[in-house]
């Protein structure tokens, strides 16, 4: 499976932001997440779904990013509202099978996309 990332650029903090990943073969049985990675950073979970809609978002977005996805166009969808500078990494889109509740727990999934670059400005 291949997964391509968009819609990453610069915005003001305070704005909003909306990243769809799309996948080359899209199982709908795939559960598909984001990450992200700011420089000096770890890489850190964001988001996963699973097949049913059922989404995990980490606590440090909770109530800013939403999760969500269309089956029938192969994409997933990271709504990210209320951005700081803190925001800014490089997002990448992943996909695995393990169900989206255990998702950032420390295991990397199958599949990553390259990656798209959002830059929050003060």
């Known amino acids: 499976v291949q997964l391509v990332e968009s819609g990453g650029g610069s915005v003001q903090a305070g704005g909003a932001r909306k990243l769809p990943c799309t996948a080359s073969?899209?199982?709908?049985?795939?559960?598909l997440g984001w990450f992200r990675r700011s420089p000096g950073r770890e890489r850190e979970f964001i988001a996963a779904?699973?097949?049913?809609?059922?989404?995990k978002h980490a606590d440090s977005v909770k109530g800013r990013f939403t999760i969500s996805r269309d089956n029938e166009k192969a994409t997933v969808y990271l709504r990210m509202d209320s951005l700081n500078t803190a925001d800014t990494a490089v997002y990448y889109c992943a996909a695995g099978l393990r169900a989206a509740r255990v998702w950032g727990d420390g295991t990397a999934p199958r599949e990553w996309g390259q990656g798209t670059q959002v830059t929050v400005s003060s």
């Open positions: 073969e899209f199982l709908s049985i795939l559960v």
């Open positions: 779904i699973g097949a049913s809609g059922i989404a």
